[in-house]
């Protein structure tokens, strides 16, 4: 199984918005509303940042958001701040009851 | 809160088995599964696998055959065994909590272990 397709770098200047891609496939992103995704800074373990697509756990900024369109999902962060400079991973279930994670994306804050 | 805390040998040789194990502190342990995953060094994640409290395992087919999940429910644990680790293998890994049916995300995770394997 292939990992999902993030693009690699991504940057924005402060009070800024970006938006990071990812792309599965049919059986993937496209399936099932299983989309979640990880903020991960240098030395740490992944952070929750969104599940089930567009859903926020307690305690996370909501101005991080996500979205899915067919086989594609996205992760928006408005506002940028320092302090989103990370890795960002996108994560979904599969129709092989098996989970994959894209690539990963870095986060530049200019 | 829930949290993971896991341990295992650090440093391996080529050909040797990995062995960590994570024991789960403060809430259920039946009613989600739990997986394993690793991130070599300058790279991203890569699911290992998934055990639910039952033994109910699902495998990353990438690693083919070589990896293996088990579950302690007396101790709250789980472990996982890669044989026959080489270079490639080289990853800090993660123990995770997977939320259960219907929802399949991450919540939960351990401090990761750093794996070495030299010849």
């Known amino acids: 199984q292939s990992a999902l397709t993030q693009p690699a770098s991504v940057s924005g200047s402060p009070g800024q918005s970006i938006t990071i891609s990812c792309t599965g496939t049919?059986?993937?992103?496209?399936?099932?509303?299983?989309v979640s995704w990880y903020q991960q800074h240098p030395g740490k373990a992944p952070k929750l940042m969104i599940y089930?697509?567009?859903d926020r756990p307690s305690g996370v900024s909501n101005r991080f958001s996500g979205s899915k369109s067919g086989n594609t999902a996205s992760l928006t962060i408005s506002g940028l701040q320092a302090e989103d400079e990370a890795d960002y991973y996108c994560?979904?279930?599969?129709?092989?009851?098996?989970?994959?994670f894209g690539g990963g994306t870095k986060l530049t804050v200019l | 809160q829930v949290h993971l805390q896991q341990w295992g040998a650090g440093l391996l040789k080529t050909s040797e088995t990995l062995s960590l194990t994570c024991a789960v502190y403060?809430?259920?342990?039946?009613?989600?599964?739990w997986s394993w995953i690793r991130q070599p060094p300058g790279k991203g994640l890569e699911w290992l696998g998934k055990?639910?409290?039952?033994?109910?395992?699902n495998y990353n087919p990438s690693l083919k055959g070589r990896v293996t999940i088990s579950v302690d429910t007396s101790k709250n644990q789980f472990s996982l065994k890669l044989n026959s680790v080489t270079a490639a293998d080289t990853a800090v890994y993660y123990c995770?909590?997977?939320?259960?049916?219907?929802?399949?995300?991450?919540?939960?995770w351990g401090q990761g272990s750093r794996v070495t394997v030299s010849s």
């Open positions: 089930a697509v567009s």
């Open positions: 994560s979904s279930y599969t129709s092989s009851t098996t989970v994959l």
């Open positions: 049919s059986t993937d992103v496209g399936a099932y509303d299983f």
């Open positions: 995770a909590r997977l939320s259960g049916p219907g929802t399949y995300y991450f919540d939960y």
């Open positions: 403060i809430g259920s342990f039946s009613g989600y599964y």
């Open positions: 055990i639910n409290h039952s033994g109910s395992v």
